[in-house]
């Protein structure tokens, strides 16, 4: 039913997308798709096998990723794209604190589980990401309109499907702009929703009094909107013990709008070599490597642990292990 401009004038705050108006049993073939073909399941899995049969990042959608600065958002974001490439869908990542060599670095450690990446892993990940991954390459800043533009573009252009913007704090806006914090949001959120792409947006949360305190969504730094406009939230927290055998991360689904008990939370480990994060039954596997790529490097035995038991590896030899420098987690 389109509404006619004439009947709208009464009503000066309805907008030209919002004169559509549909009958509830024109949803009846997308509701049975769901009920009974799953079809709300489609969409990227989480690197967690944990969330495979309760939570998709879909398209049409956006995730606010969030957690105190160093906390690794920026590395588990760059888990999470090499993973939806990994499941077909072409990405690209709006970094605006990483250089494009820094980002595709990160990556080729990350899908070969290689501290020192060889040439065969370099060039075999070249080749696997042809197509797939692609980059604004821009540093610093950039303002939302342009943006805009850019997703619209590659999209259109390169048929990307996943976009990573890290982070809101790299706008140009204040800080303190909560109106222009909520419009980079629903901006993003209405080109997720029109395109049908999904997007991630990387956010800060707010410092507590220990480093070691506990998030929930009302830990997001700047305006209440970030949140209340996202179809899910994620908070992504390190921990800092000392003990070798205790998580290094802590992962919270704390928001997920479309699905039904899917919030949870995991502990996670982190492989320093590889830079990956995991949990202790579900292991790092290599993405777009040679099949025959070993792990090497590593520190507490976590790649020893993947060549034992990843079956693309098998039983071989174990790795040497080598004293890998801990980088800042961005």
């Known amino acids: 039913m389109l509404i006619e401009r004439e009947e709208l004038k009464p009503y000066e705050r309805i907008t030209d997308a919002q004169r559509k108006i549909r009958e509830g049993g024109d ?25 495979d049969s309760v939570f998709r990042l879909r398209e049409q959608e956006i995730t606010v990723l969030a957690g105190i600065n160093g906390a690794g958002k920026s590395l588990f974001a760059s888990q999470v794209t090499i993973n939806a490439i990994d499941q077909g869908y072409p990405c690209m990542a709006v970094s605006l604190e990483m250089s494009g060599p820094q980002m595709v670095a990160r990556k ?16 075999s990940f070249a080749q696997w990401s042809k197509g797939k991954m692609y980059f604004y390459d821009q540093y610093g800043s950039v303002d939302p309109k342009t943006l805009g533009s850019v997703i619209r573009y590659a999209v ?7 976009v990573l913007v890290d982070s809101l704090m790299t706008m140009s806006m204040a800080s303190d702009d909560w109106n222009g914090q909520k419009a980079v949001v629903n901006a993003l959120a209405n080109c997720a929703r029109n395109l049908g ?5 990387v956010a800060h949360a707010k410092k507590g009094e220990k480093i070691t305190d506990k998030l929930d969504k009302w830990s997001i730094a700047g305006s209440a909107d970030i949140t209340n406009r996202a179809d899910n939230v994620i908070l992504f927290s390190r921990s800092f013990n000392p003990d070798p055998h205790d998580p290094d ?9 479309h699905y039904d008990n899917a919030e949870h939370s995991i502990d996670l480990n982190l492989c320093m070599a590889s830079l990956n994060y995991f949990q202790r039954d579900s292991l790092p596997k290599a993405i777009g490597v ?41």
């Not at 792409?197 to 947006?201: A, D, G, M, N, T």
């Open 197 to 201: 792409v999904h997007v991630i947006l």
């Open 249 to 257: 991360a802590h992962f919270d689904l704390c928001k997920a709008r």
């Open 290 to 330: 040679p099949l025959e790529t070993k792990p090497i490097g590593g520190i507490m035995g976590e790649l020893d642990e993947v060549a034992l038991h990843d079956p693309k590896i098998g039983k071989s030899e174990r790795p040497e292990t080598t004293e890998v420098v801990s980088p800042t987690l961005n």
């Open 156 to 162: 259109d252009k390169f048929k990307v499907k996943f």
């Open 27 to 51: 949803f009846i073939d997308e509701v049975l798709d769901r009920f009974l073909n799953g079809t709300h399941m489609s969409g990227i899995k989480l690197p967690f096998p944990l969330f």
């Open 108 to 123: 080729i450690r990350q899908c070969s589980l290689q501290a020192k990446p060889d040439m065969e892993s370099v060039l």
